[in-house]
């Protein structure tokens, strides 16, 4: 009885299965009327669109109604294929052939993202960093993706309009530098050293520009006595190209910057920018189910944890900062005077020691002393670098005494290090300028003849890309040294010793905020320093790529910051202190034409 009951149940199974069929689209699209799920026209007179028009509109609010029908993905499917196959009768050839054209158009478009998108550098690598960290510390990689490409693209520009004419055409030697030209002494230009020098020289002035590397493709100079090229049916003007080539590799960046930064913006106002529903947000959306693995989950745990109480002490802040008394707000906007001073103070006392050193640097004369004269070229760079790290840490421990709450001490201390960034680079500039031209007295005996210290700097242009290029060298020289000779002893140490005072310091904390200033410090450098160094683009290229992989193993020796700013929002803020940069860099360009 069992078994025939089955079967019966079976059987009756079979017998209302093949009556299910799939619906015809008039019938889906009655479906969707009756559910009220299509768009009321407008009241008005009708209109009466093109047939293309038609077809296209046609085939988008078909999509649309079946995307929000209430029917299983199966059946989409084939109710998707029975469309396709219907043809209208009263529809004409052409009406057909548009609707296959745009079919055809439509997949050829998904088929080409979809092969860019396996075209993307470093795809893989970036979709494992995402699943393993989140989004807020993929970010940081897209972030460096975006200024490898942006750097690439800018030296191929400089490759074929400056470089490659130069290299490959036949040049009008009428121009060159010596002391036949017009403009006499000043147009006197040969740094070749004269004689045998020390082994060691090559290493110096490979590391600083000097020597056999300085009139050569790498800087200015080799490019400034030029006069012309010769080309099939006129001349190749290159000091023309040169300087439009400059200006238009800048105007690239800008519009590079500005789609990118459109699209964040996009992004940041979908989303809310993290400033409506902090609660509901953390809560309903916080999580990021990229995140696999038992480490990354609990850290993902901790920081929705960090996060919801910087949410409850900002409202309890809030509540205590309503509840003072006047006497009580007094004392600490006088507190908050007294740091700010005090912070101030430490950000002047860091540019005066950036304009000693330079100033030290460019007057020192050459010793014997390998080391030393290494350790006088890369004075500059030295003091930059250990200010950008030592006053950024004094300012984060100021801003906890403010009385701020921690979103506010977060954007407190980025601030301050992204003025002190940037104006660190102005401050060796005009320090440097302040040398050239004779501290602004061109009546001096150094100056009168050429308007600036020929005698010293005989082409003053090589000079401020050798100092730039010291400072792409040495924050690539830095980055890899922290990585082998702090973040890896330092995991060695705490996973490897069980003494309690290497639990207590605990691993290196990988700080995105701080590491993308850091790469926005270098590209400003780049973009300062393009002009006079025209290969900077390319050597920050490979700086780059060589970061991306040092930075993948310092996530896998570090531990990520609790206190870390949204993907979506610090997308924004990056990209805008990028553009202040872009902006900041063209002063030297102004002044250099200027003179």
């Not at 609010?61 to 029917?71: A, I, S, T, Y």
């Not at 509840?323 to 005077?337: I, P, Q």
């Amino acid at each position: 009885m069992e078994w025939s009951r089955q079967g019966d149940r079976w059987g009756s199974r079979a017998q209302v299965w093949p009556e299910t069929k799939v619906p015809q689209w008039d019938s889906v699209r009655s479906r969707r009327t009756s559910l009220g799920v299509g768009a009321r026209e407008p009241p008005g007179p009708p209109r009466s669109p093109s047939p293309s028009a038609q077809s296209e509109q046609g085939d988008t609010e078909g999509v649309q109604m079946l995307r929000e029908l209430p029917l299983p993905m199966g059946l989409k499917r084939a109710v998707r294929q029975v469309r396709d196959l219907q043809v209208p009768a009263m529809s004409s050839r052409w009406q057909s052939w548009l609707r296959s054209q745009n079919t055809r158009l439509r997949r050829l478009q998904e088929e080409a993202g979809e092969l860019l998108g396996r075209m993307q550098l470093w795809r893989k690598p970036l979709e494992t960093i995402g699943g393993q960290f989140g989004g807020g510390v993929q970010s940081y990689f897209l972030f460096l993706r975006f200024l490898v490409l942006l750097n690439f693209l800018s030296f191929t520009l400089i490759a074929a309009f400056v470089l490659i004419p130069n290299l490959a055409l036949p040049i009008n030697n009428t121009d060159q530098y010596s002391s036949n030209a017009s403009t006499g002494l000043c147009r006197i230009y040969d740094p070749t050293p004269e004689g045998l020098v020390d082994f060691y020289s090559y290493i110096l002035d490979l590391l600083s520009g000097t020597g056999f590397m300085e009139l050569s493709v790498l800087f200015y100079g080799w490019y400034g006595g030029v006069g012309t090229a010769g080309v099939v049916g006129g001349w190749y003007n290159v000091p023309v190209a040169f300087l439009l080539t400059s200006i238009f590799y800048l105007l690239f960046c800008l519009c590079c910057i500005i789609a990118r930064s459109g699209s964040a913006v996009r992004v940041a106002v979908m989303t809310g920018g993290g400033t409506v529903g902090g609660y509901s947000l953390q809560v309903f959306t916080g999580w990021d189910h990229r995140v696999t693995g038992e480490r990354d989950t609990q850290l993902k745990h901790s920081s929705i944890t960090y996060q919801l109480q910087v949410e409850l002490e900002e409202e309890t802040r809030r509540r205590v900062n309503a509840s003072r008394s006047a006497l009580g707000t007094a004392a600490l906007y006088s507190v908050r005077l007294l740091l700010n001073i005090l912070v101030l103070g430490l950000i002047g006392g860091a540019f005066y020691c950036i304009h000693r050193s330079t100033v030290f640097s460019q007057s020192f004369q050459y010793q014997d002393n390998f080391f030393l004269n290494l350790l006088v070229e890369y004075l500059p760079s030295i003091v930059i670098t250990a200010a950008n790290f030592v006053v950024p840490t004094l300012c984060d421990i100021i801003a906890r005494l403010e009385g701020h709450g921690p979103t506010t001490q977060i954007i407190l201390s980025l601030l301050r290090s992204v003025f002190l960034r940037l104006a660190s680079l102005g401050v060796l500039l005009a320090s440097l300028w302040s040398q050239i031209t004779c501290k602004g007295g061109t009546d001096t005996s150094n100056c009168r003849a050429c308007g600036y210290n020929y005698k010293q700097y005989p082409c003053w242009e090589t000079t401020v890309g050798q100092e730039m290029y010291k400072l792409v060298i040495f924050d690539f020289l830095i980055v890899v040294a922290v990585l082998l000779l702090v973040e890896f002893p330092r995991w060695m140490v705490v996973d490897y010793c069980p003494c309690s005072l290497a639990r207590w310091l605990g691993r290196q904390e990988f700080s995105v905020p701080q590491c993308v200033l850091g790469l926005v410090y270098g590209q400003m450098v780049v973009w300062t320093g393009a002009f006079y160094c025209p290969l900077l683009p390319l050597i920050n290229t490979v700086k780059f790529i060589i970061f991306f992989y040092c930075r993948r193993v310092s996530l896998s020796l570090c531990r990520p910051a609790q206190r870390t700013f949204r993907s979506t929002s610090s997308s924004f803020f990056f990209l805008l202190v990028l553009l202040l940069g872009l902006c900041v860099s063209c002063v030297p360009l102004g002044c250099s034409l200027g003179l």
